[in-house]
């Protein structure tokens, strides 16, 4: 009897995973061919978690549920997830609830809130362009550290940096003193709180901080030093700095969006 108990609960087990998978998370379209899990297909095509789409010379528009849609630009590479798109090639332009990330290169964007769209891009050198085109989105890294709030107007760029420590921050932004703390908002559209001496004389000014980072809901940097911005203040721009490895711009480009139009239906290449 405990035999066939077992055997029962394996059989339920290997069905749930096989219902699991082939369960239809949405669907992908493009005007010309497309890739999808290693197939080439022209016109339209259902979507499973874990699929791999790649375009070649036409964009593929594909369409999730609670009204995530995603553009695929010419040339892009991606696994998508019911709750994620992990881009490894190209761009993509996502437009999103909060709780579907798209992933690059270790990134993590999400929206923060409705009627959110953005573009991201990986450009070479292992670097990561994020620009908002309504709304704003998160950024953060695999720890979970938030790097920036990108919004319209304000696109970041992220390169990561080879041997960067997990914890070391270097940042530019307002220091400004709340309820007994002390805090500092980057260019990047994040606050820290500071913890360190002598800070008061910062206060109201623009300075350059580094330090160690604790993750947390409002993010607390130790400082280690801290200075008035200027041309010797240790940061070669205001607009760029480095947190947790990552060397964030502000900045450093202009958000368009994806041309829905098809150029051509050449099939995808690889």
Known sequence: MLRK?????????MSSYAVTATVS??????RGNMRVDGYSVKGNATLFNGSVVETGQATADLRLAKGTEITMSTDSLGTLYSDRLV???GVSELAATSSFQLQAN??????NGPSSRAVVSIKPGNTVEVAALTGSFGVTNERGILLANVRPGLPVSFAMQAG????S???VGEVSYENGHYYLTDNADVKYELTGKNLKKYVGTKAVVSGTLQAGATPVIT???IAINGANAGIGTEKSLLICGTVVAAGVGLGVGINAVNQSSTPASR
Do not use: F, H, K, N
Request: charged share 10%; aromatic share 0%; net charge positive.
């Open 223 to 225: 400082v280690s030093s």
């Open 5 to 13: 108990l077992q055997a029962l609960v394996v059989l339920m087990c």
């Open 87 to 89: 881009l490894q090639r």
């Open 106 to 111: 270790g990134l993590r964007v999400t929206s």
């Open 164 to 167: 960067g420590s997990p914890t």
């Open 169 to 171: 921050i270097s940042d």
């Open 25 to 30: 998370i949405g669907t992908a379209s493009a």
